[in-house]
């Protein structure tokens, strides 16, 4: 049996706390406490002999808003005018004249794969270095498209290359002829890109003209330059 006063303490305490709904169950009869509907409240019954006891609903008696309410519904004024005279012409004024990038391969990433996946997984339908980097020149004429339709400024493709052990044949040459076709191909792809799909680029340089250190594996042997 539901005692009367063990109600009362319930509403009263309800009352006074940010909750806005709260159920209380006991063995004969269930008591839910809402803050959303503004009814009178109802004291619940001792359950009849019927085969099952139906839920009692009890509501607060007035509406208690949490203590936050009254601040939040206030309006809050925000300072829109944060432009100085002479702003906005500076602003205008001071837009980039040309994009930049780097471009070497192509990334391919399949379900299950890790969400940082850097080297991305193998296309079986490229091509690939002796560090198993694809050879996807189609992939710089797609990201010249995508950066000069977005930002509709000039680009500039600073660094294009390819990594490979080269080594001397008889007459001590280099018989680089997969470095030839690489260049080529990306050349074509960017001449695409410019000729076909209207992109504007500044230009083009080759990593590198002269060979490094390998700054990604720090190898000798990987070598990306025309002179060795």
């Not at 208690?64 to 100085?84: G, H």
């Not at 270095?129 to 498209?145: E, F, I, S």
């Not at 044949?169 to 260049?183: M, S």
Request: glycine share 8%; hydrophobic share 40%; net charge negative.
């Amino acid at each position: 049996m539901v005692n009367i006063s063990e109600v009362k303490d319930l509403m009263a305490q309800f009352d006074q706390s940010s909750l806005r709904e709260f159920s209380f169950k006991t063995g004969e009869a269930e008591l839910t406490f809402s803050k959303n509907e503004y009814t009178s409240p109802v004291v619940p019954q001792q359950a009849s002999q019927a085969p099952a006891a139906a839920p009692v609903e009890v509501a607060a008696t007035a509406p208690v808003a949490p203590a936050q309410a009254a601040s939040d519904s206030e309006e809050t004024v925000v300072d829109t005018d944060i432009f100085a005279e002479g702003d906005e012409e500076i602003l205008r004024e001071g837009q980039l004249d040309f994009i930049s990038f780097s471009y070497y391969r192509s990334n391919t990433t399949k379900a299950g794969d890790d969400w940082f996946n850097v080297g991305g997984s193998t296309n079986p339908y490229l091509k690939e270095t002796p560090w198993g980097w694809p050879v996807d020149p189609l992939g710089l004429r797609h990201v010249m498209n995508e950066i000069y339709d977005r930002i509709q400024k000039p680009i500039f493709i600073v660094e294009n290359g390819m990594g490979a052990i080269d080594e001397l044949d008889e007459n001590g040459i280099v018989q680089d002829d997969y470095r030839i076709d690489y260049l080529r191909d990306h050349l074509q792809a960017m001449a695409d890109a410019i000729i076909i799909d209207g992109v504007e680029c500044l230009g083009y340089t080759m990593w590198g003209p002269v060979d490094l250190v390998s700054l990604s594996t720090g190898e000798m042997k990987k070598r990306n330059g025309i002179i060795n």
